[in-house]
């Protein structure tokens, strides 16, 4: 159910990822320097604790930062595992608070705690998004969010908001309740963007295909949709005779073409169609 596609070269592969990491770690950093710190915004993570330490005590940031990432990135090697992965996560450990430093007087005239929030929100999403779908980590709670991922199946969003939730609730004492309700809108909004960046903006699609004609269906969907189709047992709910049932995965944009396809073999086909969050393969996303 497939489209063949010519597979990329390892080193090019690596390449990618290796950009990946470095503008997905900027990313945060610049979010969290330009929208977050100014406002006293901590949505968790170890970047809200170095904004709790910064105004409580002074601290440098990208001191902080990288201060408590070596323990994490440590636990992290242990636990998740292998060079490459280490390599990977090292690579932004140690870069994002460097641009976190190098940027420290940047400034951007953001003084509404609400944009802070939803910006900065959307811009930590964002570059977390991007370290995750390399395998990596910029260090920090995301790192622990991986491991929670790791070993109880959840989202990666949901990890993330469930132990930042705990530096949020920190940063109602250092500053006001007030601060810590933004940070959590900033909170939610990280947690979607990273699934969105995840699983993709939009969804591809199942069709269940029942016709009296599937041979004909099943090549005519090959050579229109370039989709394979993979057959299952059914039988009927009145005739109780066996039946197969044609299932196809699309993307959206060629939902069109292939009810078109189906409709033009046999009218009388019955089509279903139900999205699917994710699709991992050749022709789709890559695991």
């Known amino acids: 159910m497939t489209r063949r596609r010519q597979e990329p070269r390892p080193l090019v592969l690596a390449g990618f990822h290796y950009v990946r990491i470095l503008l997905g770690s900027a990313i945060v950093a610049l979010s969290f320097n330009l929208f977050l710190l100014p406002?006293?915004?901590?949505?968790?993570?170890?970047?809200?604790?170095?904004?709790?330490?910064?105004?409580?005590?002074?601290?440098?940031?990208?001191?902080?930062l990288w201060a408590l990432n070596i323990p994490i990135f440590?636990?992290?090697?242990?636990?998740?595992?292998?060079?490459?992965?280490?390599?990977?996560?090292?690579?932004?450990?140690?870069?994002?608070?460097?641009?976190?430093?190098?940027?420290?007087?940047?400034?951007?005239?953001?003084?509404?705690?609400?944009?802070?929030?939803?910006?900065?929100?959307?811009?930590v999403g964002l570059g977390l998004g991007l370290v995750f779908l390399s395998n990596a980590s910029t260090g920090g709670t995301d790192l622990i969010a991986q491991i929670v991922q790791r070993f109880t199946g959840l989202s990666a969003g949901v990890c993330v908001?469930?132990?930042?939730?705990?530096?949020?609730?920190?940063?109602?004492?250092?500053?006001?309740?007030?601060?810590?309700?933004?940070?959590?809108?900033?909170?939610?909004?990280?947690?979607?963007?990273?699934?969105?960046?995840?699983?993709?903006?939009?969804?591809?699609?199942?069709?269940?295909i029942i016709s009296t004609q599937e041979e004909e269906v099943q090549k005519a969907l090959f050579q229109s949709v370039d989709r394979g189709v993979t057959k299952l047992a059914g039988y009927g709910g009145y005739t109780n005779k066996a039946r197969s049932v044609l299932m196809c995965v699309v993307n959206q944009n060629e939902v069109s073409r292939l009810k078109q396809t189906v409709k033009k073999v046999d009218p009388h086909a019955f089509i279903v169609l139900t999205n699917a969050s994710e699709v991992l393969g050749e022709g789709f996303k890559r695991a």
């Open 161 to 208: 908001g469930i132990i930042d939730g705990l530096v949020v609730v920190t940063s109602a004492f250092v500053f006001n309740i007030e601060l810590a309700l933004y940070a959590l809108i900033s909170l939610f909004v990280t947690t979607k963007t990273i699934d969105l960046v995840q699983m993709g903006v939009g969804y591809s699609k199942i069709a269940y």
């Open 39 to 64: 406002n006293q915004i901590a949505p968790g993570g170890v970047s809200g604790i170095s904004t709790i330490a910064n105004y409580a005590l002074g601290f440098e940031p990208a001191y902080t």
């Open 74 to 123: 440590i636990l992290g090697l242990l636990l998740l595992g292998g060079f490459q992965y280490g390599a990977k996560t090292l690579i932004g450990t140690l870069f994002l608070p460097l641009v976190v430093f190098l940027t420290k007087d940047w400034v951007v005239e953001v003084s509404d705690p609400l944009l802070g929030a939803l910006f900065g929100g959307i811009g």
